[in-house]
């Protein structure tokens, strides 16, 4: 079951020129920035101020064979990801993968703030990827 709208991720080239950009434009602050090796990004969370609904999250790669890179190459800087909250993500792969659906890990890895997460493969959910996101205050 999900919870809530966790973030919706954009992929950029220019982390810091990102960030720049949207608090000049929009006012969205970041609320938060990691570099997550396993998955090749550098990353920031947005919010509005105030705000604790869904995040925009910000995506750079740090390496040409990552997924972003790949993203940015074939589709160019833009909405790749949408990333719904859920209690549990195990049971969650669970329930999907019963209902046919792929999910591109055998087992959750680590995302962002200590989080595990699992995607749905974008053909399997209407054209969209799909992260599924357990926050680590669960554990
Ligand atoms: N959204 C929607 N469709 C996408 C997509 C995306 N982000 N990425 C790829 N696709 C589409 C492609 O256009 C392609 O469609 P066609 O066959 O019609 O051309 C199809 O999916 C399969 O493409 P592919 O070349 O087989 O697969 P890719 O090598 O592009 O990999 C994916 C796609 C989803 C498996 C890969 O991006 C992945 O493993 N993603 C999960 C990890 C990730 O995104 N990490 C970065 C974020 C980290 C974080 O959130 O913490």
């Known amino acids: ?12 080239a220019d982390l810091d020129a990102a960030i720049e950009w949207y608090a000049s434009t929009f006012g ?17 969370m947005l919010s ?3 705000d604790a ?7 750079a790669p740090l390496r040409e064979d990552s997924a ?11 909405i790749q990801q949408l990333a719904y909250r859920v209690a549990d993500v195990d049971a969650s792969c669970e329930a999907l993968r019963a209902k046919g659906l792929r999910l591109l890990y055998d087992e959750p890895r ?6 595990r997460i699992n995607f749905v493969h974008p053909k399997d ?10 926050p680590a205050a669960n554990h």
């Open 1 to 12: 079951t999900v919870l809530a709208i966790d973030h919706v991720g954009i992929a950029v």
């Open 68 to 78: 972003i890179a790949k993203f940015l190459h074939r589709s160019g800087p833009g």
């Open 48 to 50: 509005a101020p105030g």
């Open 125 to 134: 959910a209407g054209g969209v990827l799909v992260e599924l996101v357990e």
């Open 110 to 115: 680590r995302g962002t703030a200590g989080s």
């Open 28 to 44: 969205l602050v970041a609320t938060h920035t990691e570099t997550n090796e396993e998955q090749g990004v550098r990353e920031a």
């Open 53 to 59: 609904g869904a995040a925009v999250q910000l995506l």
